[in-house]
């Protein structure tokens, strides 16, 4: 979630710029290419961090030990939240220097993953298909007294 309030800030103040217009930076202007560019890469980040993390989360199948089975999912969910933190920089870059629209669509869209990829101990249970005394562990490490 740290990411997310680095990054938040960031895009907004750059959105507010670009909707105002009344503050001007004299940005270079560079090629509508780079601006393709962007857009492509930050679309193809969100459906690798989707992709990666199914697949990361797969290997916790091949273990029994819930101690190995949680250090993988902590490892698949910090390279996604890594993954929409560089999305949503993209973001930002591509709004500041071109101004278009998609931008704020693909960064909405890493927003939704953002707060919907939040692990929680149902979340766990559910993607991890826990036993019942595995996932009531969870639970309680999740709410200490």
């Known amino acids: 979630m740290i990411l997310l309030v680095l990054v938040l800030p960031v895009f907004g103040m750059i959105y507010l710029y670009q909707s105002t217009g009344e503050i001007s930076w004299d940005l270079p202007e560079l090629p509508l290419v780079v601006g393709q560019i962007l857009t492509g890469l930050g679309i193809g980040m969100l459906i690798a961090q989707y992709l990666l993390f199914r697949k990361r989360v797969k290997a916790v199948f091949q273990t029994e030990d819930l101690l190995t089975k ?11 939240y890594l993954l929409l933190f560089l999305v949503a920089l993209l973001c930002s870059a591509g709004l500041l220097f071109f101004g278009s ?3 704020n669509v693909i960064f909405a869209v890493a927003l939704i993953f953002f707060s919907v990829a939040k692990p929680t101990p149902e979340r766990i249970k559910s993607l991890m298909k826990l036993s019942k005394e595995d996932a009531e562990v969870i639970r309680l490490a999740s709410r200490p007294d």
């Open 101 to 103: 629209a998609i931008y």
């Open 70 to 80: 949680l250090k993988i999912y902590a490892n698949a969910t910090r390279e996604r």
